[in-house]
């Protein structure tokens, strides 16, 4: 069936689309909500796309080799400017050979943040890497974090220039938010920094910030460049092999730094080393990516089952580290090793992976890697599941008269383990931080994240956001509480709950102590579920961004079902693929202004029923649905573009 928006076949105007200039394909998708779901659904996807941004007030759109760069002002010319309409509102613009674009708003970071949301959306693109300057302040970078799991670089940047510094205090308190992959330090500062505690995948530093030792050994990274204005002594590197070798910095795998002034007897004080002429390739921080090592300085005697060396190379200092090949937690060959803990199942990997930070490193190394290990979570509980094998883990407040000292993510604690019942207990002052030492210890050894996160309203909104702030998202949030008055969430409590939920799936089957509603629910999931409760209104089931929509108990009626219909013929919820909600009543009023026709030929089929007998209507865009009754309950889907 043809789009009307240019009456042509779909493969013509594909193409048509997918010819267009990052430009041409933002200004189509402003002619309407039908042009925008067009583009959006039928332009390829394409490789090393993104958005990038410089400060507050500028970024640009990369689709592969084009790209498409807007600023946003709040100093309007006096000469004649276009208007362009987003989200209702005109905006005044100028256009510069179709690739640059300044925006004219009262409050230029509303207008960043609208585009972005704009741009993103429709692109399928998230901010890959954001410059931060002395003057952008938190706000920008915090909002980005919200809105998207995942946030590959930051660069805190001066310009290139010394008039353009940072005050220590607000390049800390910028660092310690930060949530990136990788962090660069690119910026100049008033005063030399003080020492930080920082988590990130790469961390480096460029000209202008002074990286002292001890800042170095504070550092929690997969990978550490140090430029060359910021030399070390050979004294201060030994310090730092020697911090390594005691425990320190152990997701390091590549070190880069320069020294001031070499002196192999002050860099190998009180080190076994030997000369190594094999080759050995050292993770990077990139997946996949690894540094060689060639005729290198090899410490002697492994460190936690992990070996290290150091080279030069152009004259910068390389220290890497890598597994070890010889094992002596079991004092057998690697492959004897390897055999035996590949014989273990889950549990008995993790619970021998607690005895010391050689066994976790060991069973790290040398398991077979499973894409079955799946984790949930609430604050005081961690379910560990790997096909028909579970493992329940309760963080307690009080000890036990049967447990065991064991080490987590670092930290000695106490341990019980019921074998009949599969579950163990460990003991901390704060639960709480039980769960997240437990949830750190278990990612690292398995390469996993949480998957779900259970939240009830004695947990409340903490831990969910604790887990968002660490990985990103999880595959789904379910929110549940027992079924008593004094147990039922208070409706500021689950609107919180709601709005902050950045998880792919939601379900909900809390009951809440008031009535209440959502006004704006501008929420994306995969599957939105609200198994308990009548709060749902018409206005979000429109407005959620989903895939799926399941309600259970709140009614509607067949108006509201018209209503629905209507939104979804008009170029709404564009994703949405099935909506499943109850209904009061039967009547005509769901055909008011529809142009519906009967189809008995398309079946579905669901948990093994075939169901036929469907009402079935047609968007402007080629893309159709059906809708029928099934019991109590009204069943509206989209057929797959493919059909």
Known sequence: MPFQLFSLPQSVYTKIINSMSPCELFFTSLCSQNAYSIIKTRRRKMKHSGLFTKGNFEFQVDLYDKYLKFRQSSEIPIRNLKGMVINGNTIRYELVDDKVMTTYWTE????????????????????????????????????????????????FYSNKSRMNRFTPETLTSLIAVCEAESIVLNAHTTKPLQPFHKKCNYFASSSGTRITLKQLMMLDCVGIMVDERNNFTSGEINRFFKHWMSGGSPRLTLLKVYLNDFNDRKLMAGIDGKWNENETHVRTHKKGLTHPFYDFFEIQGATNGMSAGFQFEKGALYFGVWPSRTFPLFRLPHLASMEIINAMNTTEQFLTSLCSRRAFSIIKSLRRRSKNITMKARNRTIIIADGDEQLTCYQNATEDHRKEEVTVNGHPTFLSYNKKKSAINTFWAEPVVGTKELIEHLSNLFGIHVDTVMIDNGSGIEFMNWVQRRQGSSKKVIVTLNDTIEHKFEPEDLKNIIMSCEAENIQIEALHSTPFEIQDLHKRFKEFKCLRGTWVTLNNLMTLDCIQITVKEKQFTCTEMNRFIKHWLNGGSPRLSILRVPVTERNESLFEGIDAHLNMEKVIIANGQRYNGFFEVFRRDGRNAVFRFFRNSFWFGVWPIEN
């Open 108 to 155: 230029p970071i509303v207008g960043t943040m609208t585009l972005i949301e704009y741009t993103s959306d429709l692109f399928n693109v998230t901010v890959e890497q954001m410059d931060i300057y002395c003057d952008s302040g938190e706000s920008l970078m915090l909002w980005v974090q919200q809105r998207q799991p995942r946030l590959e670089k930051v660069e």
